[in-house]
């Protein structure tokens, strides 16, 4: 049974390979080209492109990039429907007593077409519509010949393990939240008892920096390509009773993820915030650089920004007396590097840096790219909004999603490295759970930690003190 190649195969020296095999007479037409490039087609041409037959397999890269891009069009048990339909029809394969030198020709192709899918998209499975579609046509072909049995059992058992382990990591995530909850409760009630700081649990800035590498890497590696095309679907123009998926997104792990970003942003203002020494404020800001700037050297630039948003949070960034007794040199530069201006464009400099050095490296450390996350769901979301699905004629925009395609194959490269350094409980454990404050606490603490200067943060801070009071009293 053939194997997937790595992602890193749909990329040439040039990009993204655009260019598709037209070994095949485009029988049901519909498909324009340009230069060989696949430039646009019907919904219905498209499908029946991504059919196999004898003589014809499609492309990896055009696999990929309608497997993506057709949910905008249509829920992906009715393409699996199709798809089911047309292999079944076309291929001769609902014939009794199919001839066994037949099955042995496509089989293989129909085979290597469920897997890519059941391997780059095994969430769309989570459906019991596609599961049950999966198995229809796997069953018809292990049928066919005795061959093909143990090939279809191991397609379905490697689904059925990749389903399991995320309904797993969910129930994690859901255990964690539930904890860091449990202990904030604790927290605004007795906060010394539970409490502990960063600097005690982890005192090693660079240690620091591969713990949030493992998580990091582990949200990512969860994320499925599709979540970033369910994130902004919309009614398909041509399709007045479809909400085009739109109805039940699927994207739960990409917005765990954002989460987490929200939630490291927030622990680091936490930290700060917390002590009541002024000199213990200044140390836990230069650790927090020291952390960000191992971050930086890593390639791990989401927990790198996350730590400047911290940092630059209000209740932190008002802490003058506190930032005098810091050295800022460090902190200037990565703030710097992450700077917003020209739209990245220096973040976005050192993120082709890193992924060159990750297209030529020679051990996962070098591999390591994390790229600020929610920049590049702001760039689909714009690449998104920006060009239509659909053109004049009716036809899908295929052009629109080769580039979808290109960034989200990019990201899915950088997601299967393995973290090579080595796991941390306690420190994954505090990183992980650790209650952090809301905006109100943060500026309540900083207000205590360095008092109000004008008469906003004066009525601020009381009423923050007055909402605080009730609230204990209720308890």
Known sequence: MPQTPPFAAMFDSSGYNRNLYQSKEDNCGGLYYHDNNLLSGSLEALIQHLVPNVDYYPDRTYIFTFLLSSRLFMHPYEL???????????????????????????APKILQLLTEWTETFPYDFRDERMMRNLKELAQRIASGDEMYRKNVQQLLQNLIRKLATVSQYEEVLAKISATSTDRLTVLK?????????????????????????????ERLNYIGPEEFVQAFVQKDPLDNDKSCYGDRKKTRNLEAYVEWFNRLSYLVATEI???????????????????????FNIGN?????????????????????TWAKVKTAKFDILEHQMDPSSNFYNYRTALRGAAQRSLTAHSNREKIVIPFFSLLIKDIYFLNEGCANRLPNGHVNFEKFWELAKQVSEFMTWKQVECPFERDRKILQYLLTVPVFSDDALYLASYESESPENHIEKDRWKTLRFVSKVIRINK
């Not at 915030?273 to 971050?295: L, N, S, T």
């Not at 630039?301 to 007396?321: C, E, Q, T």
């Open 301 to 321: 630039f989401n927990s790198l920004m996350a730590i400047i948003s911290g940092m630059n949070m209000s209740p932190v960034s008002r802490l003058k007396k």
């Open 189 to 217: 009630t007795k906060p010394q008892s539970i409490q502990r700081d960063i600097i005690t649990v982890c005192n090693d800035p660079y240690t620091l920096a591969q713990q949030l590498t493992h998580i990091e890497l």
């Open 80 to 106: 699996m429907a199709k798809v089911c339909h047309l292999c079944i029809e076309q291929q001769r394969l609902s014939e009794p007593g199919l001839d066994k030198n037949w099955i042995r020709k496509i």
């Open 273 to 295: 915030c917390m002590p009541v020494k002024k000199k213990h404020r200044a140390r836990v800001i230069e650790y927090f650089i020291d952390v960000a700037r191992e971050c």
